[in-house]
């Protein structure tokens, strides 16, 4: 496959996720390994975005551990249940929070995120690893993020 993904900067949200699903899904069936996977897609979608920070954490040993990534320093290790990330990993569902500093026990890696949304990645009815994906900007995300993130976790989910 090629290495260039094609998308129009001036397009809407939904027309580039619209864009790039086709290419991220060839991307993913090409290959096997979840890391490699995982750090491609968060190569596109930042990119693409031009989001400040996005990126992978794995479920390991009871906690969330730093994986694949694209954007500033991040934090290394999360609690099950803390922050944005371990909220979304214990309550198993995709969390958008529109302003980080309202957000009960957020863990600010990085204090020019302004908002965030987590989505699980589950595999066999157990979470493995969250993407997660920050902004600068307040009330950055929304349905349309969440809606087409779901479904690259999906594709991140399988074996």
């Known amino acids: 496959m090629s290495s260039n993904i094609y998308f129009d900067l001036h397009s809407s949200k939904a027309d580039r996720y619209t864009a790039i699903m086709p290419q991220i899904t060839a991307l993913v069936s090409a290959e096997t390994d979840k890391i490699a996977n995982m750090a491609n897609i968060s190569a596109v979608l930042k990119e693409v975005f031009q989001f ?3 990126g992978f954490y794995l479920v390991k040993s009871e906690e969330l551990v730093l994986g694949p990534f694209q954007g500033p320093l991040a934090c290394t290790r999360i609690a099950k ?3 944005v990330c371990g909220t979304a990993w214990l309550q198993e569902k995709h969390i958008i929070v529109p302003n980080v500093d309202e ?7 990085s204090s020019a995120s302004k908002s965030e949304i987590v989505i699980p990645i589950i595999n066999d009815g157990k979470v493995i ?9 307040l ?8 809606q087409y993130l779901s479904e690259i976790a999906q594709l ?3 074996d």
């Open 52 to 54: 400040w920070w996005v």
């Open 81 to 83: 249940g803390k922050g």
């Open 139 to 146: 009330e950055h995300f929304d349905a349309i993020d969440a």
């Open 103 to 109: 957000f009960p026990g957020h863990i600010a890696c």
């Open 156 to 158: 991140i989910s399988k």
């Open 129 to 137: 690893a969250v993407l997660d994906v920050d902004s600068e900007h």
